[in-house]
């Protein structure tokens, strides 16, 4: 169980070093990541290293009996590297070059960064490889920045060329004979920059294709050095999701031998709870069952204008949340509030208040309640229901020129999840980009899949005669994986499947919504389906489709196939995914759980956590023993759960549900 965080001893004399020791070892915490931001400290000058300081860091954490997660600094050259080799600095789409004085301030194309970044790698491994304390790499931080520069230029046309063979494959699949783009010469291409007016949304798109395997390549080549000096010691990278981050984490899920993800939920209502259920389980399952936690804010929710401090509990629920969905720990950024810099502000286990503080309090709990937990090799949660999670759709749906400013591929994902996680149906997510195996899955839900393959629509049709349950979300099969529409009408890659045809997509005025006549409501979106085969659900009550199918279902061989044409809102998906999710004989995790509380299953345990300001009684259908107390509880009783609190059962004994 990795619990801690990002400790930054380089920002603090030494002698806090020592009480910082003592205070991780009060609060439980069993490993620390160092090095993220120390390239400056550890080579202050080009091929000249400091590692004295480190040594001792190291060697302190040790006898302290604290692991240590080793970083390469890479994400923040030095300024000695900038001034040395100024076109290593990244250039914007406008075509301005940043300056030193940020962090990631390096292009991933330029030759000397990766030289650079190597040669750090290097050196670390050859010293720290086989250090007793360190338990983990971690390569870099947070891949995902972008650079348009002529390095760059010259890297995307070699990854094109390998990727499409000739300038005419090329030029066929970015539809080049539109306003005259096409190309007869390599040189010509270049990343895509600002220009007139709308760009190529296939160049960008492959860009973007580009930059995730460019980032990839150099997180490689820093993972095969340290590999080479002490193979045993596993490393990984920190993934960090936006929508300025061009990396297809489902790719680079397989080059990690651990998935590490840092997750900052945005909301302080209740949807930090459904985005830290929907983190974990994305997580989770580009990891194939288990993962990391690398970062997360300990006490602050980091929403649009102000950070807000989590209520008393609400670190431990979150925590809870993530290692209750596979997670191997809670780290967290991060260890000790710094005194100056741009993050000063930053939520920190040890804030400028000093441990005599609620979040150390509260850290010292949840590092009890980290250590008593038996069984977490058991397995993560078993998951009959999958939402897919494409990136390159995602790109492609942030691109200009489509048909509403609305459309929000992350929105409709994080919706469908949503409704199934209020539902209490532990979801797992699938990446149609990726082989798709669809057997353990009993119903996919398919949002906002703009581009499919042919393999992938295959496997979708064969899920389904086999007797799956596919829901088809709107903007879904529109696309082949280069961007060019598939013709005949929408969802081209699924209409034999879903049984009907759309003909015009109807986006709405925001401030207009239209009813159904189920009672539902649509909004921004809309669409004239014909059927041709399916049956109407539903049909819209009103506006200019009044009449029309807005929700159809097809039996296809075995199973069925749903079609949602309509924006629904938040409780009009819930109580569609509720009806098809029983209708396909799928149940919650755990009956009976009131509002506000959730149940989750990792092998053995049953994790509940209430986020109700209000204590609340929960029915056990078996018996079980309360893994923090110690206590059993019979079958048919209720365990109570403190307001804001946690309660985790021992449940060895049940038997397995579908």
Known sequence: MFYGGDYNPEQWPEEVWDDDVELMREAGVTAVTVGVFAWSHLEPEEGVYDFGWLDRVLDRLHAGG???????????????????????????????????????????????YRAAARRIAGELGRRYAHHPAVAMWHVHNEYGTDCRC??????????????????????EAWTTAFWSQRY?????????????????????????????????????????????????????????????????????????????????????????????????????????????????????????????AKEPGRMTRHSLGYVARGSAGAMYFQWRQPLGGAELFHSAMVPHAGPDSPVFREATSLGRILAALPGLDAGSPAAEVAVTWDAPSWWALQGAGLPSAGIDYLAAVRQAHRALYRAGVATDFVFPGLPLDLARHRMVVVPHLYLVSAEAAAAFRDFVASGGTLVLGPLSGIAEPSARVLPGGYPAAFREISGVRVTEWHPLDPASPVTLDDGGTARGWSERVELTGATARARYAGGVLAGEPAITRHDFGDGTCWYVSAGLDDDGWERLLRAVAAEAGISAVLEGVPPGVEAVRRGPLLFLLNHNPSAVTVPLPEPAVDVLTGSSVAAGAAVGVAAGGVAILDCQGWKARR
């Open 150 to 171: 002529d390095l760059t230029a010259e890297a995307f046309r070699s990854w094109l060329a390998k990727r499409h063979g000739s300038l005419e494959a090329l030029n």
């Open 184 to 308: 007869s010469d390599w040189a010509q291409i270049m990343p895509p920059r600002a220009t007139q007016y709308l760009p190529n949304p296939a160049q960008v798109l492959d860009f973007r294709r580009f930059l995730s395997d460019e980032m990839l390549g150099a997180f490689v080549e820093q993972r095969d050095l340290l590999r080479s000096v002490n193979p045993s010691i596993p490393i990984t990278t920190n993934f960090v999701q936006g929508g300025w981050v061009s990396v297809d984490h489902a790719r680079w899920a397989a080059e990690v031998d651990i998935v590490a993800v840092d997750h900052y939920p945005d909301s302080a209502d209740i949807a930090a709870e459904e985005e830290t259920a929907f983190a974990g389980d994305l997580a989770r399952s580009w990891g194939g069952g288990r993962w990391l936690l690398m970062e997360t804010a300990p006490n602050l929710i980091y929403t649009r204008g102000r950070m807000h």
């Open 66 to 112: 604290i692991g240590v997660v080793l970083a390469t600094p890479t994400a923040s050259p030095p300024p000695w590297f900038t001034l040395a080799h100024p076109a290593g600095l990244p250039v914007n789409a406008d075509g301005v070059r940043l300056t030193h004085g940020s962090r990631d301030t390096y292009c991933v194309s330029s030759r000397p």
